[in-house]
């Protein structure tokens, strides 16, 4: 069965500073990587995918992520954290059968000024 | 362009009662998906939807029932509320897998019920 796990509940940073946010999956295969945003009260929005190809993919708001085989990671990075960044990040796995992705527990995001 | 909405945002249950979520996309998606969102564990999916007409299971789809009669609607019901679907439901949809790239899932804003 395929998972991912977002070891952190939340995490805090300074405005200005680098954010990351951890990923690891298990998967049987190629794997097929996203990341979702979710702000208050709203659905989730599309942030980036790894398909195949570079492991470094950029996505929105200037977000990227780095793939890594060996260690089963897909972690979310941003150079300098925006307040405005503050959101619920969520990672998932996607299954070919029925387009169905598989989503990790979350991780709240607080960037201070 | 509306994307995909739900409807109602908000309903409060009591347990034993029966009510129906909408969901709408204009996007012209095959397709549709419902998930629900409970603190700590992410985004499950109860049903989804591969066209009209055509429904299956996902991860957690006991007590709830779902329907795709028109392409653009896809309707979750819960027959008789308990007080463990409360939760925060999402609705998505999406272009089906086109050789190597996949469907990014458009999703709703969301539907928050309180079953007492």
């Known amino acids: 069965a395929q998972s991912v796990a977002q070891p952190e509940d939340q995490v805090n940073v300074a405005e200005g500073n680098p954010l990351t946010v951890k990923c690891t999956y298990s998967?049987?295969?190629?794997?097929?990587l996203f990341w979702y945003v979710q702000y208050p009260n709203r659905g989730l929005q599309f942030l980036l995918k790894?398909?195949?190809?570079?492991?470094l993919v950029k996505g929105s708001y200037g977000f990227e992520a780095e793939f890594n085989k060996s260690q089963t990671s897909f972690h979310l990075k941003k150079p300098s954290a925006l307040v405005s960044d503050s959101a619920l990040y969520f990672c998932?796995?996607?299954?070919?059968?029925?387009?169905?992705?598989?989503f990790g527990g979350g991780t709240r995001v607080l960037v201070k000024p | 362009n509306a994307g995909v909405t739900q409807t109602p945002k908000f309903r409060v249950l009591k347990t034993g009662q029966s009510m129906t979520l909408l969901c709408a996309q204009d996007?012209?998606?095959?397709?549709m998906y419902w998930y629900r969102q409970d603190p700590g564990m992410g985004l499950r999916l109860i049903h989804y939807?591969?066209?009209?007409?055509?429904?299956a299971k996902g991860e957690v789809p006991d007590g709830y029932n779902v329907s795709r009669l028109k392409k653009q609607n896809f309707l979750l019901g819960l027959e008789s509320a308990a007080p463990s679907q409360t939760s925060v439901y999402f609705c998505?949809?999406?272009?089906?897998?086109?050789?190597?790239?996949?469907?990014?899932?458009?999703f709703g804003e969301g539907s928050r019920l309180t079953v007492l």
């Open positions: 939807s591969v066209g009209e007409g055509t429904t």
């Open positions: 996007m012209n998606h095959e397709y």
């Open positions: 790894y398909i195949t190809g570079d492991n």
């Open positions: 998967v049987s295969g190629n794997p097929y």
């Open positions: 998932a796995v996607f299954k070919a059968a029925g387009n169905k992705l598989t």
């Open positions: 998505a949809s999406s272009y089906p897998p086109s050789g190597w790239d996949t469907g990014e899932l458009f």
